[in-house]
């Protein structure tokens, strides 16, 4: 883990949107669309450049079906797949 | 990605253009108080080209005036199709940026200009007369209502084309 991460001071927070859309077949517009925002707004929240307020992260979560802490989290994330079928440790 | 324009194309426009209209309109600015001083100044043909230069200058500042209102008032951030799209949040949050910017530099602005004035009137030292007196209210006028929308003009990236 990063030293960035382990700072509480650190301001950035990971998602895993890009995931999350292209596993649905969604494009930035159709997401951007389902939640009243620009497109260009899901780009930043994508890029980890803007942080989305609590409600915007709720209903991302309600669109998506998940809860919040599998979309958004303050220390990276390992790639789904080795989260689901790693193999080492076992 | 719906990329149609408005009537002053400002939806669409480039950041250099954006620029260009901020640029437009503080130097029409600049160029129109030029041109009235030539006005008050001189007579016969020269009046008269002055007069017609006051008027474009007044024309180009109009036209950037409102492109930049518009960009920020109606129909929302370049890139965006929607209308009145204050509802989103992060570009709630670009604009509130660049009002807390526009206050600081305008209180920046009335703190020094205030000063001086102090200073100068204590000292005797050039005051502005009647005839700067009303192109100086125009420009706070001018400044307090195009600032925020120049700001945003100034830094907001262009649209990126990634909507798939």
Known sequence: MSRKAEDPSHSQIYNRIPVLRSERGLSRQDLAQALDVS?????????????????????????????VEAIFSRKPFQPMSVELYSTKGE | MDTHTTAFGIRAATRPKRRLLVLGLYASYVSGCVFAAGVRSSSGAAFYLQVALLGAAFLVLSGCWLGLATLLREYGFPGDSRVFASKDERQTAVRHEAFVRSFQILSTIVCVGSLCLMLAADYGLWLPDRGFAKPLVFGAILVCTSLPSSIIAWTEPDAPQDAL
């Not at chain 1, 260009?40 to 998940?66: C, D, K, M, V």
């Open chain 1, 39 to 67: 497109y260009q707004t899901i780009g930043y929240l994508e890029r980890g450049e803007f942080n989305p307020s609590l409600l915007l992260a709720f209903r991302l979560s309600e669109y998506f079906g998940i809860p």
